[in-house]
């Protein structure tokens, strides 16, 4: 079944994450934080990228998650750190410059902090 199909008359929504893997780290909670952004109406898509493991140690410990600062365009990364590992998540936006993307950074983070 398609996403955007409906399901006993209700419209599901399509999914936003999307790229070469959708693997997020930091387990249900990482997943969560994801999809708590990409709920925002100015997010268009979601792009997981590359797993950074620093050094040797148990996988776990605390997760965090940073909006960084907008590209030219708009578009956002996002950094997200649990126990050793990191990855940076693409953010691709409808805002058209700079200063609406730092606008939209702010919203994302404060969504972040208050999640």
Request: proline share 4%; hydrophobic share 30%.
């Amino acid at each position: 079944m398609n996403a955007g199909t409906p399901v006993n008359g209700v419209s599901k929504p399509k999914s936003k994450i999307g790229g070469s893997h959708t693997t997020i780290i930091g387990n249900r909670h990482g997943k969560k934080l994801v999809a708590m952004i990409s709920q925002h109406p100015e997010v268009k898509k979601i792009i997981p990228s590359v797993i950074s493991v620093k050094g040797k140690s148990n996988s776990g410990g605390t997760l965090s998650a940073k909006v960084l600062r907008p590209d030219d365009r708009g578009n956002l990364r996002m950094l997200i750190s649990h126990g050793t590992s990191s990855q940076e998540i693409r953010i691709i936006t409808t805002v058209s410059n700079v200063i609406e993307g730092g606008r939209l950074m702010e919203e994302l983070n404060s969504m972040l902090t208050d999640g």
